[in-house]
């Protein structure tokens, strides 16, 4: 895939961060921390969203900082040093010259420098913008380095007298998507729909779980993901029923659904589908009418998200749905008002209807605004999910409800002529499952 973040795309993140903290604010954000899995094997390296929003910069080991109207440059990162040995036994390092030459920083310096180099540029700043309570490390660091800045303060050097959470000035813009964002997230939408065709194809009783998985797996990296968006979720029979679960190890069984939620992180933008078919490829009876009230439910929640309406309608819509059928099929008793009101449904649909979409799968942005809940903007873009799920040993309903569990998630672009599909490529409808089911 060749979809990609321009250096200009890049360049405008900075200066529109800047604009929101004013001239005499400073921005630091750390890389992600290199975790280690056991013993002397790392997770395979993913860098922190915010870090990689404003620079494109993947490497650990490194620090961004922003000083609006600095006169030797506003955008300087620090970062490894390059060292042919270590380069030798784990890849290429871009150095200060790469991250001046390749990223556009200003300038650039050691990571090794950072404690001497940093409070230097803090000075005179009267805000300190940075990640607040997310490694330990990083909150004992910057402390440390505005500390060292007070400590100046009989020679007339004036330290930052106040610190503030990165999230408020940064995550607003990241919630409202560009055309090249948009454009990365319907090439990753698109290959995660052919790794949900490919899993319902090759499915059949006796398969198990994980094999599912793997045909999933193989369709998100063979167009270039690094790695699935998250765990993915196959959950077969009554495993469907657990909103995460993650075990993936059960054997499929004839005449059971099997749930799969799963999506491809691309260029770092995530897919996120939940689909649900039978194994054996033909619903029953049950499964059929529970499907269609899902369905409804989830086309019925997509068609309000327009610019302008709440966050909240959505779910509001879909809830009314699930309830209407849940009703009609005998599983919930009473008027449908009271219903609602009481949250009788809650132990069929315990979820939110949705949540937004971008960089992280569960990405950043406010939900309300001073108390209200937030409207939609044209570049936003979120999940709409919808499911329902009938324990296995829920006794107050007929054996032939228990263990069925289903979700329908879809990822929806906001715009001024309506919501926008991304997804769209991942079966549905009921007639387009059962001639894919067990095709392979």
């Not at 993140?13 to 899995?37: F, K």
Request: proline share 4%; aromatic share 8%.
């Amino acid at each position: 895939m060749t979809v990609r973040i321009s250096p200009e795309e890049f360049a405008c993140r900075r200066q529109a961060l800047m604009a929101r903290v004013g001239r005499d604010a400073a921005v630091i954000i750390p890389a992600a921390v290199h975790h280690r899995r056991n013993r002397d094997t790392e997770y395979r390296y993913r860098q922190d969203s915010d870090f990689y929003y404003l620079t494109g910069f993947a490497e650990p080991e490194a620090l961004l900082v922003l000083l609006p109207g600095r006169a030797e440059g506003e955008f300087v990162l620090f970062c490894r040093d390059r060292d042919r040995a270590m380069e030798i036994w784990n890849g290429y390092r871009a150095g200060p010259e790469g991250a001046v030459s390749d990223f556009g920083a200003s300038q650039a310096f050691v990571i090794a420098d950072v404690a001497t180099k940093l409070p230097e540029l803090l000075a005179g700043r009267k805000q300190v913008y940075a990640p607040m309570a997310t490694e330990t490390a990083f909150d004992a660091d910057l402390a440390g380095w505005i500390n060292a800045v007070r400590s100046q303060a009989r020679a007339g050097v004036e330290a930052p007298q106040s610190l503030h959470a990165i999230d408020q000035a940064l995550h607003p813009l990241r919630l409202i998507k560009s055309a090249a964002e948009i454009a990365i997230m319907q090439a990753a939408a698109d290959l995660s729909a052919e790794g949900h065709r490919r899993a319902m194809a090759v499915a059949k009783a006796g398969r198990y779980e994980y094999e599912l998985e793997a045909e999933l797996l193989h369709s998100f990296t063979r167009h270039g993901c690094i790695a699935p968006a998250y765990g993915s979720i196959v959950g077969g029979g009554a495993n469907a029923c657990i909103l995460h679960y993650t075990e993936n190890n059960a054997e499929l069984r004839d005449g059971d659904l099997v749930l799969i939620d799963a999506g491809g992180e691309l260029a770092y933008y995530a897919a996120d589908i939940t689909r649900t078919f039978p194994v054996n490829g033909r619903f029953s009876a049950e499964q059929k009418a529970l499907y269609e009230v899902v369905l409804a439910a989830q086309l019925a929640a997509i068609d309000v998200v327009q610019v302008g309406n709440s966050w909240q309608l959505p779910h509001e819509t879909a809830v009314r749905v699930l309830c209407e059928g849940l009703l009609e099929l005998g599983l919930l008793k009473g008027e449908l008002s009271a219903v609602i009101e009481a949250g009788d449904y809650r132990r069929f649909y315990m979820h939110r209807t949705g949540h937004w979409l971008g960089m992280d799968v569960h990405d950043v942005g406010d939900y309300r605004i001073d108390g209200e809940w937030r409207a939609f903007a044209p570049g936003m873009v979120l999940t709409v999910e919808p499911g329902l799920y009938i324990a296995p040993d829920d006794d107050t309903v007929e054996a032939r409800w228990r263990g069925i569990g289903i979700r329908i998630e879809d990822d929806v672009v906001v715009t001024e002529s309506g919501p926008h599909v991304l997804t769209a490529k991942a079966p549905k409808t009921i007639a387009e499952i059962e001639a894919l089911v067990g095709s392979a």
